[in-house]
């Protein structure tokens, strides 16, 4: 239950930012810069182009590469704050009564 609701938390406020729902460039300043950062902006900006324009490799690499960035990023924070054994870090050796 917890899952889905930081899933609505974090899905939500990308989706609305995005210029899924409203235009991205109607948008403040300000607004534009916070949907910048989400990967969902990207990838909008992406199939929007390909299914109305017709755009090839070329007029979409720039909207690839913030969307790669993001999942380094991510990968990098995973990386740093799990374990290989599946434990979150400092549990080890540590038994848990079910």
Known sequence: MQAVQLAQ???M?????????????GMP????????VFPTT????IVRGMMLKGN????IAP????????????CALKARFSSVSG???GSAGV???V
């Open 13 to 25: 406020p990308s989706f609305m930012l995005s210029g899924f729902m409203f235009p991205f460039r």
């Open 87 to 89: 434990r979150p870090p």
């Open 42 to 45: 990207h990838a909008m900006r």
């Open 56 to 59: 090839g490799w070329s007029e």
């Open 29 to 36: 300043l300000w607004v534009q810069a916070i949907g910048d």
């Open 95 to 97: 038994a848990v009564a």
């Open 63 to 74: 909207e690839m590469w913030p969307m790669a960035l993001f999942t380094v990023a991510v």
């Open 9 to 11: 938390f974090a899905m």
